[in-house]
């Protein structure tokens, strides 16, 4: 049996039935074995029992033959005319007819084998609300076989964000599959056109990492996770409309690879005529682990689920990385298979036609030689013109008499009849460097054109009618490089289409463009120095697989640096767009609908929003216009077309100098230019004008103009004081400076003190006047200035004042006197306030001492112009302390100019006689009462308190220190029960006993 060609008798169909519903169990032995021994409480197979013939309920049987009979064939079911209007089972479906006659076993009249069971259609309405109304369903593989209905598995809350109700949003546009259609153009040409775009909203967590373009269809966005969990997302939010959890991913097992686990990795696709959406996870503990899943689009409740294991078919050395495609008659989802990281055991590549109806995988192509795996993330590629099939294999392992190494294969709709292009130095540069023909997917740029490149990092354009080379010449060859001059891991994933010109990603060196000439057929080429007529270079550092949608090439960035979502113009390769960065898995490609751009990062989707609007044009106009003089005011005031909400920023370039920012985007279209204190010369001035909704740096400039500024010097300075000299050292003297034959004056005052040097008293400023504060000057003869420059004048001085002579004299204290109030004496912890005045000084400064008893002198205040101290005596000692005053003028530098003589204050003290403790509640009290000391004392004016408690068997404890407060509340929570003794003590707050009197210790019992 060739492996390119299976027959249908070798392929392994399973399908279990589910023996508690309302259809009756067959006939013969299979009815004994559902009745009998197959049915619980549940309703489900019980798979360790046997039948009367030693089978086992619900085994897998294989097909011997599929029946050409044109009548059903088998038992009857009591049921069947309830459930359908045919007495076949399955009923036939019409399609369609390909191009080709296709010989598969939904053509034919209903027919089942005696060993096969029935296959429930649950896309069959009258049968699925059958099935719902009894039980919910869900299909998940079995150990072995095409299909079973199962009790429905629920993710749990751990594999699910939060969920709102699953109604489907209006449709705004749609990305069915992988890069858009079955040629994998990447190109919507519904999108409304871009010229940028802004960051839209980030989808919650997800379960897992995703590595598969999302696919949009009727408002939902559908991403699957390498955990096996598939999810339908508000276009509109991104909040989750529906999840649904799959069998557990397999983690471990495989003899090779780099992806743990591996659930969903590759792309899936959409049928929107059947509203379903494929999946292929690779799953946990059901033998083969491949299968694929259809889900309904609306609700993610499963409908299908298939085995997919082709004879000779190993899944430890196999991965499933390709995006899936569908045949043009909707029968078939064809699923690519590859090598795992590392080229473990003698893999091979696979493409299987598994059929959508729910019936066993009846097609498959599995290349001649070993390696030659289908891996790339583009997959299979399908002309919707033939129905033919084009997939690109990796290098052979050997490569020496290798079939089908490095090759773009075609098969028929049914992958049969192959043909295959591969390059003439396929062996030297392809696949002995390990450079793939097969890590890109090819793209049909029509029914007679395709595109494809690979590892090698040189391209080739293919007639997909007889996969001839067009270009370039196959004899004599010269390869074309298409990536930047590389030739070692060039490209990856896919290349897009669009309006002439083809898009790729080139590892480590951005998007490449490439115009495509359809006759005679060629391409322009992207060596080292990429500068050939008709190509254009995004050099970016690396990035995924680009699309086409607006008019923009969008390709996301993979690592550091240039991560994030890029934006090209599709035509010159500008720049229009750069997000923030985000991590993203390799390989991965964007999608786009409705002027949305979707990008799987990590486990979580972005979305970017269109930016549609923008400036065409914009102008600049100063008033009054070039020249003026510096330091004149000139304002800008910018205009602008096309963009509805337009912002403005202005820019300035200096002369000798750099662009600077002068007026940064805001909606205001006017800037005013202070060029007070420019230095003159020519000036450059420009603006620039985006859409409020534009992300790009400019959507239109100003052309730079030129704007002079010219100088006029001041020509002469005066400074006048007020009051003039003399003045007493303390008064305030106002200079006043005025100057001639400059616009823009600057003034910078000057004084020299005696036997001093020259001080910047005001710095250049536009104020003309500065006040002297003479305050503690020495008395004498100081010398003051100004000098005068142009604002626009960049001289130390265009003119100054010849120095004048200013005296200060000196006018001191005479006498100064000290009032305490109250009298002495007074009680200790009396606030006593002193007032001082004094005699013959304009501006008296005062300074207070106290000397306590026994002590040395201290300043109870230091000098100011304040003439009352106030002396708190708390917790001072009885007894006589002596006070003073000090007083000096504010010009005097001496100690002092006057003092008081030294008088007496005598402190007094009055001790407290006794001291009483009243606890409320009285005691005895529960554990865990509140209880309030309050305390009372007799013969002190100024009481202070302590509390003190004493735990049974233990010492005595400070409760609450001293303080004039008389009660304490004694918290007993978690006391023990027992007799605690309580006191307080009391002193006078002048006294410093540790206690004038004290209350003898009281029992407080807890109980």
């Known amino acids: 049996m060739s492996r390119r060609d299976i027959s249908p008798?070798?392929?392994?169909?399973?399908?279990?039935?589910?023996?508690?519903?309302?259809?009756?169990?067959?006939?013969?032995?299979?009815?004994?074995?559902?009745?009998?021994?197959?049915?619980?409480?549940?309703?489900?197979?019980?798979?360790?029992?046997?039948?009367?013939?030693?089978?086992?309920?619900?085994?897998?049987?294989?097909?011997?033959?599929?029946?050409?009979?044109?009548?059903?064939?088998?038992?009857?079911?009591?049921?069947?005319?309830?459930?359908?209007?045919?007495?076949?089972?399955?009923?036939?479906?019409?399609?369609?007819?390909?191009?080709?006659?296709?010989?598969?076993?939904?053509n034919q009249p209903c027919s089942v084998d005696e060993f096969t069971v029935l296959r429930l259609r649950l896309s069959a309405v009258p049968l699925a609300a059958l099935v719902l109304s009894i039980a919910p369903l869900t299909f998940s593989p079995a150990t072995a076989g095409a299909a079973r209905p199962v009790q429905a598995q629920r993710p749990s809350a751990a594999t699910a964000p939060a969920t709102r109700p699953a109604t489907v949003a209006a449709s705004s546009g749609s990305w069915t599959e992988y890069h858009h259609d079955d040629a994998h153009t990447g190109y919507d040409s519904t999108a409304p056109a871009a010229l940028g775009a802004s960051a839209g909203w980030t989808s919650p967590s997800l379960n897992g990492e995703i590595y598969g373009e999302p696919l949009v269809y009727n408002g939902l966005v559908y991403v699957a996770t390498l955990q096996n969990v598939v999810y339908a997302l508000h276009q509109s939010d991104g909040t989750v409309a529906w999840?649904?959890?799959?069998?557990?991913?397999?983690?471990?097992?495989?003899?090779?690879?780099?992806?743990?686990?591996?659930?969903?990795?590759?792309?899936?696709?959409?049928?929107?005529?059947?509203?379903?959406?494929?999946?292929?996870?690779?799953?946990?503990?059901?033998?083969?682990?491949?299968?694929?899943?259809?889900?309904?689009?609306?609700?993610?409740?499963?409908?299908?689920?298939?085995?997919?294991?082709?004879?000779?078919?190993?899944?430890?050395?196999?991965?499933?990385?390709?995006?899936?495609?569908?045949?043009?008659?909707?029968?078939?989802?064809?699923?690519?298979?590859?090598?795992?990281?590392?080229?473990?055991?003698?893999?091979?590549?696979?493409?299987?036609?598994?059929?959508?109806?729910?019936?066993?995988?009846?097609?498959?192509?599995?290349?001649?030689?070993?390696?030659?795996?289908?891996?790339?993330?583009?997959?299979?590629?399908?002309?919707?013109?033939?129905?033919?099939?084009?997939?690109?294999?990796?290098?052979?392992?050997?490569?020496?008499?290798?079939?089908?190494?490095?090759?773009?294969?075609?098969?028929?709709?049914?992958?049969?009849?192959?043909?295959?292009?591969?390059?003439?130095?396929?062996?030297?540069?392809?696949?002995?460097?390990?450079?793939?023909?097969?890590?890109?997917?090819p793209v049909l740029i029509s029914p007679s054109l395709m595109f494809t490149t690979g590892k090698y990092g040189q391209g080739f354009l293919i007639n997909p009618s007889n996969m001839a080379q067009l270009y370039p010449s196959p004899s004599p060859y010269n390869g074309v490089d298409v990536c930047a001059g590389t030739n070692s891991d060039a490209s990856f994933g896919s290349v897009s289409y669009a309006g002439g010109r083809v898009y790729l990603t080139c590892q480590g060196h951005g998007v490449v463009s490439l115009t495509v000439n359809s006759g005679p057929p060629s391409f322009s080429s992207c060596d080292s120095t990429c500068n050939a007529a008709g190509t254009w270079r995004a050099n970016v550092g690396t990035v995924g697989p680009p699309i086409i949608a607006g008019g923009v090439v969008w390709a996301v960035g993979i690592g550091t640096p240039g991560s994030g979502l890029w934006g090209f113009n599709a035509t010159t390769g500008a720049q229009v767009y750069h997000s923030a960065g985000f991590t993203v898995n390799h390989f991965v490609t964007p999608s786009e609908a409705g002027g949305q751009v979707f990008v799987p990062a990590g486990n979580t989707v972005k979305s970017f929003n269109f930016i549609t609007n923008a400036c065409t044009s914009v102008t600049d106009t100063p008033a009054p216009t070039?020249?003026?003089?510096?330091?004149?005011?000139?304002?800008?005031?910018?205009?602008?077309?096309?963009?509805?909400?337009?912002?403005?920023?202005?820019?300035?370039?200096?002369?000798?100098?750099?662009?600077?920012?002068?007026?940064?985007?805001?909606?205001?279209?006017?800037?005013?230019?202070?060029?007070?204190?420019?230095?003159?010369?020519?000036?450059?001035?420009?603006?620039?004008?985006?859409?409020?909704?534009?992300?790009?740096?400019?959507?239109?400039?100003?052309?730079?103009?030129?704007?002079?500024?010219?100088?006029?010097?001041?020509?002469?300075?005066?400074?006048?004081?007020?009051?003039?000299?003399?003045?007493?050292?303390?008064?305030?003297?106002?200079?006043?400076?005025?100057?001639?034959?400059?616009?823009?004056?600057?003034?910078?005052?000057?004084?020299?003190?005696?036997?001093?040097?020259?001080?910047?008293?005001?710095?250049?400023?536009?104020?003309?006047?500065?006040?002297?504060?003479?305050?503690?000057?020495?008395?004498g003869n100081y010398l003051y200035t100004a000098w005068a420059r142009d604002a626009a004048s960049t001289a130390p001085y265009d003119a100054y004042f010849a120095a004048q002579t200013f005296n200060l004299t000196r006018q001191g204290c005479t006498s100064v006197n000290d009032s305490p109030a109250p009298g002495s004496p007074q009680l200790s912890g009396t606030s006593i306030t002193f007032t001082a005045s004094s005699t013959g000084c304009p501006n008296p400064l005062y300074q207070f001492w106290l000397l306590p008893p026994g002590g040395s002198w201290q300043i109870a205040r230091a000098y100011a112009s304040g003439n009352t101290l106030i002396w708190d005596t708390t917790g001072l000692a009885p007894g006589n302390y002596l006070y003073t005053a000090w007083v000096r003028d504010a010009s005097s530098n001496a100690p002092y100019d006057a003092y008081f003589v030294a008088q007496t204050f005598a402190l007094t003290s009055q001790p407290c006689t006794s001291v009483n403790d009243s606890p409320a509640p009285t005691p005895p009290q529960p554990s865990g009462t509140s209880v309030t000391f309050t305390a009372s004392s007799t013969g002190c004016p100024h009481p202070l308190y302590q509390f003190w408690i004493r735990t049974p068997g233990g010492s005595w404890q400070v409760a609450r220190s001293y303080s004039s407060s008389n009660t304490f509340t004694w918290s007993t929570n978690g006391l023990p029960p027992g007799s605690y003794l309580y006191t307080a003590w009391v002193r006078d707050a002048s006294s410093n006993a540790p206690y004038d009197a004290y209350l003898v210790a009281q029992s407080y019992s807890l109980t």
């Open 9 to 106: 008798s070798s392929i392994r169909t399973t399908s279990f039935w589910r023996c508690g519903w309302s259809l009756a169990c067959w006939a013969s032995s299979r009815s004994s074995c559902c009745s009998a021994h197959c049915c619980g409480a549940a309703g489900l197979p019980s798979r360790g029992r046997m039948d009367s013939q030693g089978r086992s309920c619900g085994a897998r049987r294989r097909h011997s033959s599929r029946s050409p009979s044109t009548a059903c064939s088998t038992r009857r079911i009591s049921t069947t005319t309830s459930l359908l209007s045919s007495g076949c089972w399955p009923p036939s479906r019409s399609r369609p007819s390909p191009s080709s006659s296709r010989e598969r076993p939904e």
């Open 243 to 441: 999840s649904k959890a799959l069998p557990a991913p397999q983690t471990t097992g495989w003899q090779c690879g780099n992806i743990n686990p591996t659930g969903i990795l590759g792309t899936g696709i959409i049928d929107p005529v059947a509203n379903r959406i494929y999946y292929v996870p690779f799953l946990k503990d059901f033998g083969t682990a491949y299968y694929l899943y259809a889900l309904d689009l609306t609700t993610g409740n499963i409908l299908m689920t298939t085995e997919i294991a082709p004879t000779g078919f190993e899944w430890t050395i196999q991965q499933e990385r390709g995006a899936l495609a569908m045949s043009t008659d909707r029968t078939h989802v064809y699923v690519p298979f590859g090598g795992r990281a590392g080229d473990c055991g003698p893999y091979h590549g696979w493409v299987v036609g598994v059929p959508t109806n729910g019936t066993a995988p009846d097609e498959v192509y599995e290349t001649v030689s070993t390696g030659e795996g289908i891996w790339a993330a583009g997959g299979v590629v399908v002309d919707d013109s033939t129905g033919n099939v084009f997939f690109a294999t990796g290098n052979a392992i050997p490569c020496s008499g290798s079939v089908e190494s490095d090759s773009i294969i075609r098969t028929n709709s049914t992958l049969h009849s192959p043909a295959q292009f591969q390059p003439p130095d396929w062996d030297a540069h392809w696949c002995a460097t390990d450079t793939d023909l097969g890590s890109v997917a």
């Open 626 to 779: 070039s020249p003026q003089v510096s330091g004149t005011s000139v304002t800008f005031t910018a205009t602008s077309t096309n963009c509805p909400n337009p912002l403005y920023q202005f820019w300035i370039l200096p002369p000798g100098g750099s662009w600077q920012v002068a007026k940064a985007y805001s909606s205001a279209n006017t800037f005013t230019w202070n060029t007070l204190g420019l230095a003159p010369g020519n000036y450059l001035y420009t603006a620039w004008a985006r859409d409020a909704a534009s992300t790009a740096p400019y959507d239109a400039f100003f052309a730079a103009q030129s704007y002079s500024l010219t100088l006029q010097s001041c020509t002469s300075v005066s400074d006048t004081p007020s009051p003039g000299s003399p003045q007493l050292t303390g008064t305030s003297i106002t200079f006043t400076a005025t100057s001639t034959g400059c616009p823009n004056p600057r003034y910078q005052f000057w004084i020299l003190p005696p036997g001093g040097s020259w001080q910047i008293v005001k710095p250049y400023s536009s104020a003309n006047s500065f006040t002297w504060n003479t305050t503690g000057l020495a008395a």
